[in-house]
Every structure is written in C-alpha cells, then in structure tokens.
C-alpha cells in the first residue's frame, strides 16, 4: 500500500467515522474563532492596556489566553486519535498480517485528527472573521476591528490547528501501526 493509498484509506475512514470528529473539530473551532477575533481586536487591546500603563504585558496575556484555548481544542484531537487508535485495533492487525507497511497505515490514522482540526479551524475562522465583519460594521467594539488582523488570526488559526493535530496524533497512530499483528489480531477492538 502506497501513501495515496493510505490517503484514501484513510479518507473513507473518516468518512465513516464522521460523528467522532464532531467534538474535536467543535473544540478546534471554539479556539479558532477566540484567536481570530484577538487578532482581530488587538490593536484596541493594546491600546485600552496602554492607557492602564502595561500595554506589552496585557497584549501578550491576551494572544496567550487565546492560543491556549486553541491548543486545548486541538488537545481534544488528541484524545480523540487515540480513542480511535483503540477502537481501531482489529484492523490495524489484520492490515499489518496482510503486509501493509507501516508508512501507509499511520498516513491512514493521521487523516482523521487532521480533517477534524482543518474543518474545526475553518469553521471557527468563518465564524469569528463573520463575527468581526458585523461587530465593526455595527460599532459595537469601540476600539474596532482589524481586517489585517483577523486575517493573520485566520492563519495562525489554522496552521497552528494542523500542526498541532499532527504532532499529538503522531505517537500513539505510530504506536498503533508498530505493534505486531497478533497481538493487535488477539486484543480486538
């Protein structure tokens, strides 16, 4: 199996599997759409802090709270990888007794976290980047709204989603692929 193979495999697996990828791509999405909109709103941010004299300081807090938010979303791919790594077993077992290499079947397992974290990601960036528009068009943020910043909180948004996914599903679908298939056959799943 090559890795467009594995691609597609594990594409169809994620189609099937599409009702476990709703809390993380939700979680993902929540902490995209903060992250936007403190981009978004960050020069009112740091210039409100500059008036109580700790601008830098307040600022930074700000983008660390949100990014945190983020990578908590993403955490929850995590969790959800390995819930389906477990959940997975059997397969993995027989597609390593049928020679599958392990390159194409942690390919496989890696498409879910990062379908999940991209669709996350995009919708929490629609929406904040919606929610930016209106707010400003309304003058509900008195400081108002960056265009320029909502679109770099769009794509820190999102790298940092997918690159997060990937480096926290990484090791338990490595894990998963590496055990022997009896073992993997024997334990279910």
Request: no cysteine; hydrophobic share 55%.
């Amino acid at each position: 199996m090559s890795a467009g193979k594995g691609l597609a495999y594990g594409w169809l697996a994620a189609r099937r599997r599409v009702r476990e990828m709703v809390l993380p791509a939700v979680t993902t999405g929540t902490g995209a759409f903060l992250v936007v909109l403190v981009f978004g709103m960050s020069d009112g941010i740091r210039a409100q802090s500059a008036s109580l004299g700790h601008g830098d300081e307040i600022a930074r807090a700000v983008v660390l709270i949100a990014v945190t938010v983020l990578l908590v979303g993403v955490a929850e791919v995590a969790v959800a990888t390995t819930r389906t790594v477990a959940h997975r077993t059997r397969e993995l077992g027989v597609l390593a007794a049928n020679g599958v290499p392990r390159a194409p079947v942690v390919t496989a397992l890696l498409v879910e976290p990062v379908v999940a974290a991209v669709l996350g990601a995009l919708a929490g960036v629609g929406l904040a980047v919606l929610t930016g528009i209106v707010l400003a068009a309304l003058g509900i943020v008195a400081t108002g709204v960056s265009y320029p910043g909502l679109a770099l909180g769009g794509g820190i948004a999102v790298v940092v989603s997918i690159a997060a996914a990937l480096a926290t599903s990484i090791v338990p679908t490595w894990k998963a692929a590496s055990r022997p298939p009896i073992r993997s056959l024997a334990s279910g799943g």
